[in-house]
């Protein structure tokens, strides 16, 4: 995709959906006139941007304004959570163009998933009509750990069966397309960067509620992966908070009934759907108000979390989403806010924000893709060694 | 000091101290063998590199080796501690070449610590017999909170009387150096990364322990310093340690006598050394066993919270220093590996190192020095989008 001047130029119009003039994007990016001048023709030359209308400036003549050509080229994302695998399909600004679901075969047997997941890539290209040519390549995100360097799934506790599992080569074999392996909270954190919330800040934490929790960090513009692409575990911070967790505890405190026992992650969001039910019955008597606190307990041990990791990180923002945050977001809302504002520990040289994720649902998918317009579109230092 | 390419190369040849021929050369950065030609013509004709004999090969002509000189470039460090202040000049790789200590005034009064830090900042270079021109500038370890982009200290809890203090601007102006600020947890492990215990990974955190205490992480190669320079905070994580807050554990259980009471930083310090003296005293009874049980609680709580953070980061290293480090170091030493690798969170895709750190009790300010080293001499990509 051209090189790291092109990628900082593409970048800086993705950003403003209005357009700028060339004279904008000299200001934005400090590169000269000529350089952002030869820069937007091969842009306009490649499809990647169009001219779009002018801006009147008030003095001197009106400049033409450029846009990113969102249809242009096109990312694919999969999401392989243990409960559902969702696909999608983004456009050059990371808008979702197609999206599919399906459940995870509950077998403990990865090459049946796997076969299944090349099956629904085949089925999401079709169904969206995008051009072949068009796609920069396919994004997976998956739970950890993960081994970024070899693309494999490892073990995840909620993925029976799966031991160091090739997903990566696997698809890219099938799809022969370049193929992206993240953790998913990673993911999570680079679409709501891309794409969600936090657009305008490099500073910030993704708490990402699924059948397992995790932290996607942020740092100065940088995603943190760790030595083996495994940041953002949690346990530690005694914040995991996971669906079968608060379904468990839930029936102990015999506020749920045990046909709620789960026998996979999909059983435990059913009983988590049911326990926040239960929680927001109006005038709902003991069982709610036991309800509500189990929630409310998940949310201060979430919240202790949060804190100690964005005071760490000195990070301005905290966003959360994941699956089954719709189902707690309106009591951890009511909890943590107030958490973050008194911590001792997020120090009062600027205020730290929290919100619920901009992407929704899917954002470990859109994650996915985004790897895929974060590698091929960013400006990567690295690319400028190799010259 | 050159452009990206240039410093890559410098980087590389500091790396290795016997030093790398041109070919290496090209091995190690990717760059061509023509490119790293001009930039070794470059960097020899400024006096940055110099030719060092030669290598056999076993196959053709011995290679020519180059080698940093150390001597063609220097850099400041200053560390303010609370109870100390610490000076340093280091050479090009990373070296003390000279040293120096003065106790912070007691005195609640900036006016008066910075006239000094000032008067011993001539000081130094005059011992040190550096030429001036071959400095490249003065990196300052503060305590935190600071105020990274204004350069300031903001109200650091154990410094009486500093309330958004300009400290980096006072200093350039006194001594018409280029100036840099950073937190002193954030200067250290910047400090273990060029001279340290973690030249050889790109993924560690480094554990201060002083008259406050942090961490400094480095993660993918990048010191993480958050949206405000504040990065590092442990209190929420549980793993505060402070000298005062030991001393004062000691005296409430009867370990120290009342005497002991720190009226400063510097008496706190005094308590520390004792209650360490106590806990090792050879048959040392009661008291001996209090005294170690303190000192290992404390030991505990770190280590938990350095699991925490180093799950959370992906880190292959934690690393321990600072002034009271060496008090503490046995004892730590004892208990906290073996949290480490006992851990259910520091995952099993790859172990994590306990180390003590590679640089000594003046870690803080050659650490101050480094930031000037690394600014000047790493490659900065940002440099790249103003060509």
Redesign the interface.
Known sequence: MGD??ES?VLDAIRRVPEGLSRVELAEA???SAQTVSNICRRLLDHGLARETGKKSTGSGKPRTLLQVSPEARYALGVHLDPAVITYVVLDLLGRVVTHLRTPTPRVADPDETLAGISASVRRLVTESGVPRDRILGLGIAAP??V?MAAGLV?DPPELEGWRRVPLRDYLAAETGLPVLLDKDVIAAAIAERWAGAATD???FLFFYLGTGSG?G?V??D?V??????????????GAACTTRAMVDEAMQLGVLGHEFTPAGPRDAERGLVELSRIAEAPGGGDDSAKAGDIIDRWAVRVG?GV??????????MIVFGGPIWPHLQERFLRIIPDMVAR???V?K??PTAVTSTGVGEDVGAVGAACLVLDQTLS?Q?RS???R
Do not use: Q, W, Y
């Open positions: 790291f001047n900082v990016t400090g590169l950890g750990p081994d490892v800040t490099g500073n932290m960090l740092v100065e940088t943190l992966r760790g030595v083996s692409g495994n940041a953002g575990e949690v346990g530690g911070l202790r804190c100690a990791a964005a005071t760490l990180v000195d990070a301005e911590s001792p520990f120090k040289i600027h400006a230092p400028l060694l190799l």
